[in-house]
């Protein structure tokens, strides 16, 4: 803010306003797009209840079942959370890469793909945290290199979902309420953030297995429901346009 404050003065002159125009009625496509983006939200949701666990009892789980003694060095649990936050950039890349080599073969997915994609390889990530029950070493401690390999794992899902969903709501919506149908996605975060902390307080009563593998049920469900409504939201909405691109937004 300090920066931006100082550096105003190089700033273009802001452009005069005008009176705001009387927004016209949607048309009967566009109320099919909007109805269509609506029935992605619940969806969406599932996928922010599995992502959001990772900022909620992962913590705990880490700190209770984790062997993280490296050497001389006890890796403290919040490190993993930046490892979290380290593999997008790692990953980002070679997924750029891999669908620009799509593209040019007219073989890259559409939205809808990418999305259901993004869900299932979540849920399967999750599994390698429901594994850890049963991958221990001498101590009875689940290997650090589990969930770190979990981490990389889960953002390929995120790559795939997040930046789709924000790309589509973005180039989808109709443009005399673009920037409500994205507050309107942005529920889905909001809910599902609030759904896990519910299902946060499970941790208590279910093995570690069972509850990460509930976890990548869910995200798994919202996969299958999206295979299954994606042709007739395919027709209602249709796709973002390719010079739109990926909005990578968290």
Same mark, same amino acid.
Request: proline share 7%; with cysteine; net charge positive.
């Given at each position: 803010? *300090?920066?931006?404050?100082?550096?105003?003065?190089?700033?273009?002159?802001?452009? =005069?306003?005008?009176?705001?125009?009387?927004?016209?009625?949607? =048309?009967?496509?566009?109320?099919?797009?909007?109805?269509?983006?609506?029935?992605?939200?619940?969806?969406?949701?599932?996928?922010?209840?599995?992502?959001?666990?990772?900022?909620?009892?992962?913590?705990?789980?880490?700190?209770?079942?984790?062997?993280?003694?490296?050497?001389?060095?006890?890796?403290?649990?919040?490190?993993?959370?930046?490892?979290?936050?380290?593999?997008?950039?790692?990953?980002?890349?070679?997924?750029?890469?891999?669908?620009?080599?799509?593209?040019?073969?007219?073989?890259?997915?559409?939205?809808?793909?990418?999305?259901?994609?993004?869900?299932?390889?979540?849920?399967?990530?999750?599994?390698?945290?429901?594994?850890?029950?049963?991958?221990?070493?001498?101590?009875? =401690?689940?290997?650090?290199?589990?969930?770190?390999?979990?981490?990389?794992?889960?953002?390929?899902?995120?790559?795939?979902?997040?930046?789709?969903?924000?790309?589509?709501?973005?180039?989808?919506?109709?443009?005399?309420?673009?920037?409500?149908?994205?507050?309107?996605?942005?529920?889905?975060?909001?809910?599902?953030?609030?759904?896990?902390?519910?299902?946060?307080?499970?941790?208590?009563?279910?093995?570690?297995?069972?509850?990460?593998?509930?976890?990548?049920?869910?995200?798994?469900?919202?996969?299958?429901?999206?295979?299954?409504?994606?042709?007739?939201?395919?027709?209602?909405?249709?796709?973002?346009? *390719?010079?739109?691109?990926?909005?990578?937004?968290?």
């Amino acid at each position: 803010l *300090v920066v931006y404050m100082c550096g105003r003065h190089m700033l273009p002159p802001e452009a =005069k306003r005008e009176h705001r125009a009387v927004r016209s009625p949607l =048309k009967p496509d566009e109320r099919r797009v909007v109805v269509g983006l609506l029935a992605i939200v619940p969806i969406a949701t599932f996928f922010w209840i599995a992502q959001a666990q990772i900022w909620n009892t992962y913590n705990i789980w880490v700190r209770d079942h984790v062997d993280l003694q490296v050497g001389h060095f006890l890796v403290p649990v919040p490190w993993l959370q930046a490892v979290d936050g380290l593999a997008p950039l790692v990953s980002l890349p070679p997924m750029l890469l891999f669908w620009r080599w799509q593209g040019r073969r007219n073989a890259e997915p559409d939205e809808y793909t990418r999305m259901i994609g993004g869900l299932f390889v979540f849920g399967a990530s999750l599994m390698i945290l429901a594994a850890g029950q049963w991958i221990t070493d001498a101590s009875g =401690k689940t290997p650090l290199i589990l969930p770190i390999a979990f981490h990389f794992a889960s953002n390929i899902g995120w790559l795939y979902f997040s930046p789709s969903a924000n790309s589509l709501f973005a180039a989808a919506a109709p443009r005399s309420i673009r920037g409500t149908m994205i507050g309107v996605y942005l529920l889905s975060m909001f809910f599902g953030s609030v759904i896990s902390g519910r299902l946060g307080g499970l941790y208590e009563h279910l093995s570690p297995a069972l509850f990460w593998t509930l976890h990548a049920g869910l995200a798994c469900l919202g996969g299958l429901l999206l295979s299954l409504l994606s042709p007739q939201l395919r027709r209602a909405i249709g796709t973002a346009s *390719v010079e739109a691109g990926p909005v990578l937004a968290v």
